[in-house]
């Protein structure tokens, strides 16, 4: 199994991919025209689809031979001589539109557009925006620049790559050409079933629009192997340029502007531009949402309330400090395993990840088969939090969760779960408790989780001195990071799906997004501490000081080895923030017996994967020897949710069982009802 880089589609030449053939004999069969065919009217004037313009047909001029970098001659493709064809003028866009309609649509698109404007203007903080965008236009100018120089450097290297683009094009356009004449001709670039960009029949039915997007998809493709085939980076640099490479390629992409998306012509006439002024209205409430940074709405938010459509499940806040409320649920079952299970979420976001609703909860479903269940609910800071570090989320969190179980439920020991960030933490708690003989933590769960971060994944990408450098800048005004930043920082990570997809159905198409739970939860962003964030990044990221052995906490030095408590570590195949082959590496480090399995689907569907959904397989394989790929090629595979394995590996360590008991145990005064307070404060 390879886990890598997204790729454009390879290019198909001269042979139609897979089904091409039959679609157009069914149409010839059937007789009936596409959206894209000719259509001649009563006076026998040929017609053509709307918006696709007059071209005068023209073969491109012959290229001389060039040069590989070995000397041999190299032949460039040489169009076929062919008479020009007269492709006839088309209809207007326009016609039958309510012109008069649409001017005052643009006017008020005008005035929307003001107040976005004004949204920007005045929401954003003077200086602060400014010099992180500054960080990453220049280390992506620098970057790329990089890459540059390797095909600049000797003159007949960039002919050859200049003369693989445009021999690609040119071949695409004789290709455009041909169906112009009626020719039925296979793509050059085979479309990719799977990029929803491009789903619409237009893009295949029109001649125009399908060479629009063949165009596009070869020059992305070309510019990624541009990268891979450059020699002499070093592998940072290329992981950068390859993701500033896909970035731009994204933005740039036909489907993102209405001039060359047939969807967004069609919307924007049908709809005398009304969508327009809609979507410009959302942008503008965007941008004010996220404090002069676009904070994209990918879902509807008004059709959830935390604590009655998601954070459900019964319970009670039992402590609340200036870090954390820490949450008890209510038993379903008459006993309870009298180990407590200690879960510690990830501050990112907010811990009803692992509460969604009644069918995805992890949290009611370990409550249904008879965990007593305790949660943190991290705060959501301003800036009197601004130096609240690693150190004080893990004794004012994790460390008094410990003490406020034992009271609540008179059981000293406990086992505990960390997701993504959250058990980063947990994982150097545990270290920091062995080293000072604390073994109230019999048993851990990481779900997602990394220690080891040489190969953090596409997140380490945007991490670097420079940037750092300009976020702390960002933080020492405010005290803390801007939820919306980070949430911005993991969308460029998939920028097709979670940024151009919601900029064309939102600001343009003026579509209202759909309600979506985890999508509610994953905009739901929070602040994160100043003196936490640079730590986190710095001491992880950057300097991967933990498996290295220079972390140190409250002045103890940080020894993985001395963590001999059995471990159950879950990594998913398509996690691009916490990489399988960086969970596994990391693993390797602990000293006790470490039980991986990875589980399919990424980052978050891949961990909130509830056995009755039975939607994604999960591997198996033994202790953690050789490389990932070999563990890989010998585990066992499983159908449906990892969640029952677990629980017969976490009951089989301690499967004692007592009397359910109630939030607070009789022994503390519940605050108030789950979720709490501090998940509500918006970030």
């Not at 492709?87 to 557009?113: C, K, R, T, Y």
């Not at 708690?429 to 997602?448: H, P």
């Not at 301690?654 to 008991?661: G, L, Y």
Request: proline share 6%; aromatic share 10%; with cysteine.
């Amino acid at each position: 199994m390879t886990i890598g880089r997204d790729r454009e589609p390879a290019v198909k030449r001269r042979k139609a991919p897979p089904g091409i053939e039959a679609v157009s004999e069914r149409k010839e069969k059937s007789g009936k025209k596409g959206k894209s065919e000719r259509k001649v009217g009563k006076k026998g004037k040929a017609k053509e689809p709307v918006g696709i313009p007059t071209v005068e047909a023209r073969e491109p001029e012959p290229v001389a031979a060039v040069k590989t970098q070995a000397g041999a001659p190299r032949a460039v493709d040489k169009p076929a001589s062919q008479p020009a064809v007269a492709i006839p003028p088309v209809s207007s866009p326009l016609v039958g539109v309510d012109v008069e309609a649409f001017a005052e649509n643009m006017a008020q698109l005008v005035d929307q557009s003001r107040k976005a404007l004004a949204a920007a203007i005045g929401s954003v903080e003077a200086g602060g925006a400014r010099s992180e965008l500054a960080a990453n236009v220049a280390d992506a100018t620098k970057t790329l620049g990089t890459v540059a120089e390797y095909w600049l450097a000797k003159p007949e290297r960039a002919a050859v790559a200049q003369a693989e683009l445009y021999g690609g094009l040119s071949e695409i356009w004789r290709q455009t050409l041909r169906r112009y004449t009626g020719e039925n001709v296979p793509p050059v670039v085979a479309p990719d079933p799977s990029d929803k960009r491009f789903a619409s029949p237009e893009w295949e039915q029109s001649p125009f629009f399908d060479w629009l997007r063949q165009s596009y998809l070869y020059a992305a493709r070309w510019a990624g192997d541009m990268v891979d085939k450059a020699e002499g980076l070093d592998p940072q640099t290329r992981a950068k340029a390859l993701f500033y490479t896909r970035l731009i390629s994204s933005a740039v992409s036909p489907s993102n502007f209405i001039a060359t998306n047939p969807e967004l012509l069609r919307a924007t006439i049908e709809n005398k531009g009304e969508n327009l002024i809609r979507g410009m209205k959302m942008f503008a409430e965007d941008l004010s949402a996220g404090g002069g940074v676009l904070k994209i709405r990918q879902t509807d938010d008004t059709k959830f309330r935390l604590g009655v459509d998601l954070a459900n499940t019964p319970g009670k806040v039992v402590w609340r400090n200036d870090v954390m409320e820490l949450i008890q649920y209510s038993p379903t079952t008459a006993e309870v395993y009298a180990r407590p299970l200690l879960l510690t979420p990830p501050w990112i976001n907010k811990f009803y990840v692992l509460d969604l609703n009644k069918e995805k909860s992890f949290v009611r479903w370990a409550v249904e088969q008879g965990f007593t269940v305790f949660i943190i609910s991290w705060v959501n800071p301003d800036e009197s939090k601004a130096e609240k570090g690693f150190e004080a989320y893990m004794h004012e969190g994790i460390l008094t969760a410990l003490d406020v179980i034992e009271k609540a439920t008179g059981e000293r020991k406990v086992t505990a779960a960390g997701y993504c960030v959250g058990g980063t933490l947990l994982a150097l708690t545990l270290a920091y408790m062995a080293a000072k003989g604390d073994d109230r933590i019999e048993s851990v769960t990481f779900f997602a989780t990394q220690v080891d971060f040489s190969e953090a994944g596409d997140l380490q990408i945007l991490i670097d001195d420079e940037r750092m450098a300009a976020l702390d800048e960002a933080m020492a005004k405010t005290g803390y990071l801007e939820g919306v930043k980070m949430a911005n920082a993991f969308n460029m990570l998939r920028p097709n799906e979670l940024i151009w997809n919601y900029v064309v159905n939102n600001y343009m198409k003026g579509v209202e997004p759909a309600a979506f739970d985890l999508l509610y939860w994953n905009s739901d962003s929070t602040r994160i501490p100043r003196a936490n964030h640079s730590f986190y990044m710095r001491s992880c990221y950057i300097e991967n000081r933990i498996t290295r052995g220079e972390m140190v906490m409250s002045g103890v030095p940080i020894n993985l080895r001395l963590v001999r408590v059995p471990i159950y570590s879950v990594a998913t195949k398509e996690d691009h923030i916490a990489p399988a082959r960086s969970v596994f590496r990391g693993d390797k480090f602990f000293g006790g017996e470490v039980t991986y399995v990875l589980g399919g689907s990424g980052h978050i569907a891949g961990i909130i994967n509830p056995p009755a959904k039975g939607k994604y397989d999960y591997l198996t394989g033994g202790p953690l020897t050789g490389t990932f790929e070999e563990w890989v090629a010998k585990a066992e595979e499983h159908e449906g949710s990892w969640w029952p394995h677990w629980l017969q590996w976490v009951t089989a360590q301690a499967p004692k069982k007592v009397p359910a008991r109630e939030p607070g145990g009789g022994k503390l005064k519940p605050l108030c009802d789950a979720p709490g307070e501090y998940v509500r404060v918006r970030g």
